[in-house]
């Protein structure tokens, strides 16, 4: 059976161009990078040319990147990294309620260190109020962490404007940019940007590997101690195949990111469209425009998102609920709930999202096959609506 991906959010297909750049450093050249020898010297270059291709997706300098073992690490090194570097002075931190867990858990874990956290509210679209972003700073705060675009409902935050606030009051600034980085433009300079995490497998790269964008000046720890690679900033031999991908990927989606995102707008806008007009009771969950180009997430009114799952899958679509890695969770994504959506309407929740081998042909299978699903689901639920609301039978 031929696949529908429809899960870009959760990863990527590595582009065999990307293939092609990693195959060298698996075996033929596989010099350490820290090696004074030529054949060091040589995987040395290949670092440092992905590390100036990956830092061009972003607008900053090449000696601003470190590479990390992907976004969970970026955004764990970026929040515990300022905190353990700055506490003693400051002890707050402010984030947002729709941050992914690899954001959520690292202030929490900070939490329990002494740390102060804020968790700023959103929007029934899930957007942030910059306003609540300002009302939280305190002469003890240290870092602000908020999102560039959610990666359950793909909504985009106003990066610029927060960016803005913390540059006035002195406060670090990490964006999680790990949808948006080979997706969206991202200048880290005009955004107001100190920290941004990036995920190679989320832009057609390979698993295991990220950056972490750092400004100069940035006061920070390392998570990791040992030799001097990365600037003392990580220790350990660089990931060289990996690092090599990142930075083909990166060169690649800077190379196509208007047209595709122009493209991926049109057919992420007819699935939205066609799902609202056939389907009774659903839901768009997110912003309608300030929205991801590849992001669509609906709600089912009397069903749940994993029955609906199983029959995509059993049609050769792959969806998802939530977050790739609380997927395994019975919980209700806690990016739902921060939008005020009721915890059964969360529980029938899908989100596609599309991508470089997303075609026409793809969106009108799944416009054709969702209402049908949706249909024969509901006739065999045992909830009903009443005009109060929910009622089980059960
Ligand atoms: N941040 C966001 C917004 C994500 O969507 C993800 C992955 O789903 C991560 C962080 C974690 O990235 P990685 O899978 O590279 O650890």
Redesign the pocket.
């Known amino acids: 059976m031929k696949h529908i991906y429809m899960d870009y ?2 990863t990527t297909p590595m582009l065999p161009e990307v293939a092609e750049a990693m195959q060298p450093y698996f075996s033929r050249k596989y010099g350490n990078p820290s090696s004074i020898h030529s054949m060091g010297q040589e995987s040395r270059d290949a670092v440092e040319q992905a590390r100036s291709q990956v830092a061009a997706l972003i607008a900053c300098r090449p000696e601003n990147v470190v590479f990390t073992g ?3 690490e970026s ?1 764990n090194q970026a929040i515990k990294g300022v905190c353990l570097a700055g506490r003693g002075k400051r002890n707050h931190i402010i984030t947002t309620a729709i941050e ?1 867990h ?1 954001v959520l858990n690292t202030c929490n874990y900070m939490k329990g260190l002494g740390f102060d956290v804020t968790v700023a509210p959103v929007d029934s679209c899930g957007m942030v109020d910059p306003d609540d972003i300002k009302k939280a700073i305190t002469a003890k705060t240290l870092l602000v962490s908020v ?1 560039h675009a959610n ?1 359950e409902v793909g909504a985009i935050q106003p990066i610029e404007q927060i960016g803005n606030i913390t540059g006035q009051a002195g406060v670090y600034f990490h964006v ?1 940019a ?2 948006t980085a080979g997706h969206l433009p991202i200048d880290v300079d005009s955004m107001g940007i100190d920290l941004l ?1 990036v ?1 190679a ?2 832009l057609y790269g390979p698993k295991g590997v ?1 950056m972490l964008y750092v400004r100069e000046g940035t006061r920070i720890a390392p998570l990791l101690h040992g030799g001097e690679q990365e600037n003392e900033r990580r220790a350990g031999t660089e990931n060289v195949p990996g690092i090599a991908g990142f930075g083909k990927a990166a060169e690649i989606a800077l190379a196509g990111m208007g047209e595709e995102a122009g493209r991926l707008t049109k057919y992420r806008d007819r699935l939205i469209d066609s799902v609202m007009g056939k389907v009774a009771d659903v839901y768009l969950n997110g912003h309608r425009t300030s929205r991801l180009p590849n992001n669509t997430n609906f709600s089912f009114d009397f069903i749940e998102g994993e029955a609906i799952l199983m029959y995509l899958d059993a049609e050769g679509i792959c969806a998802s609920t939530g ?3 609380s997927s395994t969770s019975s919980e209700p994504s806690h990016v739902l709930l921060a939008l005020g959506i009721p915890v059964e309407r969360a529980r029938g929740s899908v989100r596609f999202s599309l991508g470089r081998w997303t075609s026409g042909e793809d969106v009108d299978k799944v416009v054709e096959a969702l209402p049908r699903i949706v249909e024969k689901l509901r006739a065999m639920s045992p909830l009903v609506k009443e005009k109060c609301g929910w009622i089980n039978y059960l």
């Open positions: 959010a959760a992907g976004g969970t955004d992914h690899a999102m990666n999680d790990v949808q995490s995920s497998h989320k990220g977050s790739a890695c």
